[in-house]
């Protein structure tokens, strides 16, 4: 289900990314802006209440949307009191899912609003690092000179991937879940490969910045900074 929903969103025009339980929720929100958090209730370790009361606490009004089995009348008005912003009981549509996102983030952007976070992934519509610049709409690369870099949809989605967890070492099956959406292996080599055939267009065989850093006995990392343009 979590790959499935990350994939929709990708699909239409979001950028999310798919955590298994509480300790990635916040070690992601450390590292990465969040404009809203879809929250399932089920969960190993603390459950998605306990973490509904951590992120209030914690995250104010960062928007989190419930997506839950549990649709009793009970469920809803607990995780609606507790500060959830709208709860949608499984099973649910993709046209509901993607619609409710949009209504609370419209909310959250309302002149009245008063988000503990900035939005900023709301508006964003291009990404820059070093020369480069990623076209979100278009799904685009372009390269220093403005030309478009071909690239495969998998490569296009490993640099969505890295960019958008700079300065952060990635495991391969971490990278394999943001990537492609699917069940990660880490014993599968297949990333090693994709991240060469990323890397050899992104520094050429003449540069010698590294873009895509090796880090021994753990992952890649992102090393440029990252730019998001409105």
Known sequence: ???????????NGFRSTGVRDGREMWET???????????????PGASGLELLRGLRAERGS???????AKGAEADRVLGLDLGADDYLPKPFGRRE??????????????????PAEPL?????????????????ARREL???????????????????AFIEHPHRVLARNQILELSRGRLADPNDRSVDVLVSRLRRKLEGKESGT????????????????VERVV
């Open 142 to 160: 372009l390269a220093p000179g403005g030309t478009v870099v071909d690239l495969s949809g998998a490569e296009y989605d490993l640099l969505l």
């Open 62 to 68: 960062l928007p989190v949307v419930m997506v839950t």
């Open 97 to 114: 899912l993607l619609a409710r996102v949009r209504a609370v983030l419209r909310r959250a952007h309302s002149p009245t609003a008063t």
């Open 210 to 225: 590294a873009v895509i850093k090796t880090v021994r006995g753990s992952g890649y990392m992102f090393v440029p900074a």
């Open 1 to 11: 289900m979590r790959h499935l929903i990350a994939r929709l969103l990708r699909e």
């Open 120 to 136: 900023a992934h709301a508006t964003v519509q291009r990404l820059r690092f070093d020369c480069w610049t990623v076209d979100l």
């Open 29 to 43: 929100l450390r590292n990465t802006e969040v404009d809203l958090i879809l929250l399932d209730i089920m969960l």
